[in-house]
């Protein structure tokens, strides 16, 4: 084997640390660097003990022990800092080295980042990985995307390290030019946002409402697990809800109900918007959060009308399946709107996304991973144009059967007083995506009505469009007529 190392990785943190463990494991030669220096050693001489990986002390010292063309992976803090480091790295690289970011920086970061090391002849990834702690140690999902010229070096790392499916596919593949792997990341982490939200509607429902026991709710999501809603994130609530504190009570009763949020869910949110996608469960998701976070106005607020919760009555078992169709829909619905999303971006940057690829890449390794993301993969893999998930005949068949209790779920908690902002966003969504006509004509009506901003007519060709004047005191003067 080669003296000299196979990736360099900088920041020691526990993501860090995690995944140079991890590529040692699977082989790779790793030089180890942190800015304070002291965590080097903390680290050969703690959990790096009896391996092959080597410190680093200087981003010299870092570029002499690495096999050229060399590879860099930053895991720092997003922002300014991984600018920091690029900058304070450029000195020690030659043409053709590559840089790769593997935190969770914002996609037009990404871009910039790609394009203005181009320039300076060196190669730029931008990964997403997810998994957690854990993920990193024994098998992250990882979506690289930047400059492709890069990858045929790094593949047989980033590969290697990332988890598999049952088949052996490594939930690691190219997503596309630029700042795309980052933006697939940053989708994957506003619906990681939805699953959370909405699994916390059906807690509180069930509990609050139906009035679940502890162990019932236990039960409840353990016997979850066994359903097309096998995931991740289901059974760490499981666990979660098992979990004692020192005192035999349940540790999460006691939790503060506030969320926070590092701004990941709020990056998808804006995209939606600025690219003019209905992204919205996940949005709502991001506004959940805001709403908890609010916690001494909730408390205020409480008073205001002496807020309590309804009972929901009848036979619990019936409303536990209800919400566990509700829950499975919505996440339909959830999916649908992201891979939209992506759709969009993918088109618009001329990414050329592979929407299948990218539900495999999810499909292990990460915190949304699930059964039902294989599902979207062939759903995908059947037809690649596929728009609308909800109208492949898997998704379609699961929303026709979940209907009836979704809406008797989401119209009992609004009778009884319990917030589900991501389940009731899901079918109006649902329902207005399903109308062959909406209230817009109206709403057209208004904006002619106040602003002169014309409508086109259904007896007329689309592209025409008209103006009224409806009082008889405003001018036929049409303003111009432009969409964002
Ligand atoms: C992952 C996660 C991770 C994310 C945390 C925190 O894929 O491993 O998405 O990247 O940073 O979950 O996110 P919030 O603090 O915004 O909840």
């Known amino acids: 084997m080669s003296q000299k190392g196979d990736i360099g990785v900088i920041g020691l943190a526990v993501m860090g640390q995690n995944l140079i463990l991890n590529m040692n494991d699977h082989g790779f030669k790793v ?37 050229k063309p060399r590879k860099v992976m930053l895991m720092v803090r997003a922002g300014e800092v991984v600018d920091q480091f690029i900058d304070a790295l450029l000195p ?27 320039e300076k002849g060196i190669r730029f990834i931008g990964t997403g990985v997810s998994g ?21 070096f790094v593949k047989p790392i980033l590969q290697g390290i990332a988890a598999k499916t049952e088949q052996g596919e490594p939930c690691c593949d190219w997503v596309g030019k630029d700042g795309a792997g980052h933006f697939v990341k940053m989708v994957h982490n506003g619906i990681e946002y ?9 807690y509180q429902f069930l509990k609050e409402g139906v009035g679940l026991s502890d162990d019932e709710l236990e039960a409840t999501f353990n016997e979850w697990r066994k359903t097309e809603l096998d995931s991740y994130l289901i059974d760490i609530t499981a666990d ?32 939606a918007l ?31 009308f002496h807020k309590t919760i309804g009972k929901v009555e009848g036979d619990k078992k019936v409303w536990i399946e209800a919400v566990r169709k509700a829950l499975l829909a919505s996440k339909i619905i959830s ?18 996304i592979n929407y299948g690829n990218t539900a495999l890449l999810w499909r292990e390794g990460c915190i949304i991973r699930s059964r039902f993301l294989g599902n979207i993969r062939d759903a995908y893999e059947a037809n690649p144009d ?8 898997y998704f379609k068949g699961i929303l026709e059967n979940a209907m009836s209790d979704w809406r008797k779920v989401v119209a009992k908690s609004v009778e009884a007083g319990i917030p589900m902002p991501c389940m009731a966003s899901a079918i109006t969504f649902l329902d207005g995506y399903t109308s062959a006509r909406l209230p817009a004509n109206l709403l057209q009506a208004q904006r002619d009505y106040f602003g002169a901003h014309t409508y086109e007519r259904t007896d007329k060709p689309r592209g025409e469009f008209f103006h009224t004047n409806w009082t008889g005191r405003g001018g036929n003067t049409a303003s111009t007529t432009y969409d964002v």
């Open 240 to 271: 979660i809800l098992g979990y004692k504190d020192t005192d035999g009570t349940r540790l999460v009763d006691k939790i503060l109900d506030t969320a926070g949020q590092k701004g990941t869910g709020k990056w998808t949110g804006i995209n």
């Open 194 to 202: 939805g699953d959370m939200q909405l699994i916390c509607e059906a």
């Open 386 to 393: 596929l728009i609308f998930l909800g109208s492949d005949a």
């Open 132 to 152: 957690g702690e854990e993920g990193a140690r024994h098998g992250p999902s990882v979506m690289p995307g930047g400059n492709e010229e890069a990858w045929q």
């Open 335 to 352: 999916y649908a709107q992201g891979f939209m999303l992506i759709r969009e971006a993918s088109e618009n940057f001329n990414w050329n």
């Open 274 to 304: 600025d690219f003019g996608i209905p992204l919205t469960l996940i949005t709502e998701s991001v506004f959940a959060r805001c709403v908890s976070a609010f916690k001494d106005q909730r408390v205020a607020a409480s008073q205001l």
């Open 92 to 118: 020690h690289l030659e043409e053709g080295d590559i840089i790769i970011d593997g935190g969770n920086s914002n996609y037009p970061d990404t871009n910039r980042r790609v394009e203005a090391l181009r």
């Open 31 to 67: 030089v180890a660097y942190n800015r304070t220096t002291s965590k080097v050693d903390e680290f050969l001489q703690g959990a790096a003990q009896g391996t092959n990986i080597i410190g680093a002390y200087s981003l010299e010292d870092l570029a002499s022990k690495l096999e």
